[in-house]
């Protein structure tokens, strides 16, 4: 029987990244609503999310390899999510400007009565933004759906001064460390793509 993979989310930047290391998937978004416990900390934040929208698809997928994940930003202990609107967008672009936050993406991976969870981070530093850039940026639409208001692989990249950690956590799936976790769970993977 074929392995099947699920991704349990609508983002367009973990599909595409899937499809960098030519796996075969499909997309089935979770209907989780992305709420947490705030006296958790940002690593059992992103693990919940990620188990949760996990679990959510799999009990459509019984035989399937379901990925879960979850994006967050963190700034002195504020947990910046995605911006509800242009003005928030920009509050926390100010917020970030100069300085330096954390990226935390945690992962789920569910199959036949298996969960495993993990998350990867990366320390990103910003530089010091001017209004008028920041105003562009938002113009741009960009930021309205990505956590902390950018995207590194995108425009966002120009905000960027440095970053060390996992980059592919930034953008929304650590991969490597994903599939070393599918392999793990005995998903079987070959550089060919097949």
Excluded: C
């Amino acid at each position: 029987m074929k392995q099947q993979l699920v991704l349990a989310s609508g983002s367009p930047r973990r599909k595409e990244l899937l499809q960098q290391l030519h796996l075969s998937f499909t997309v089935h978004v979770s209907s989780v609503e992305e709420t947490f416990d705030a006296n958790q900390s940002p690593y059992e934040i992103v693990m919940s999310l990620a188990m949760r929208k996990a679990k959510d698809v799999a009990s459509d997928y019984p035989n399937a390899y379901v990925l879960g994940a979850d994006t967050i930003v963190v700034h002195e202990q504020n947990i910046l999510g995605k911006p509800h609107s242009e003005e928030e967008a920009m509050q926390m672009l100010q917020m970030l400007s100069g300085r330096t936050h954390e990226v935390v993406t945690g992962v789920a991976l569910v199959y036949q009565g298996q969960e495993i969870t993990f998350y990867e981070k990366a320390d990103v530093t910003f530089w010091e933004l001017t209004n008028e850039e920041i105003i562009d940026y938002v113009k741009s639409g960009e930021p309205m759906d990505k956590a902390g208001a950018y995207g590194i692989q995108g425009l966002g990249a120009s905000l960027v001064q440095k970053m060390n950690g996992d980059y592919y956590s930034v953008v929304g799936l650590p991969l490597s460390k994903t599939l070393r976790e599918l392999k793990k769970a005995g998903y079987v993977y070959e550089m060919n793509g097949s």
